[in-house]
């Protein structure tokens, strides 16, 4: 879909919305932007230039869980089905 027409059909969501005093909106007009901003992040040069290596998605989030959880002082909770196990 070209970004004018996301853009456009975003904006009339918006306009619709508020007139039917609506607060849960489809799409947003801050929404079309940020896909168009953040669409050029690359890790090339995090690569490159600090021989940067990308861990396996599962396992920094299971790090992360496991962080929080040790810090909050709360129990670590299993992971969705949808990530797999390991």
């Known amino acids: 879909m070209p970004l004018?027409?996301?853009y456009a059909a975003a904006w009339i969501g918006e306009h619709?919305?508020?007139?039917?005093?609506r607060k849960d909106y489809l799409?947003?007009?801050?929404a079309v932007f940020?896909?168009?901003?953040?669409?050029?992040l690359d890790s090339t040069k995090a690569r490159r230039?600090?021989?940067?290596?990308p861990?396996?998605?599962a396992e920094t989030v299971s790090?992360?869980?496991a962080?929080?959880?040790e810090r909050k002082k709360v129990a670590p909770i299993g992971f969705p089905p949808i990530f797999g196990r390991w």
Do not use: G
């Open 27 to 30: 799409i947003r007009t801050d």
């Open 55 to 57: 861990r396996p998605f």
């Open 67 to 69: 962080w929080f959880a």
């Open 34 to 40: 940020l896909s168009v901003a953040f669409r050029e």
């Open 4 to 6: 004018s027409v996301a």
């Open 16 to 21: 619709l919305a508020k007139l039917l005093r």
């Open 49 to 53: 230039d600090l021989h940067w290596k």
């Open 63 to 65: 790090d992360s869980i």
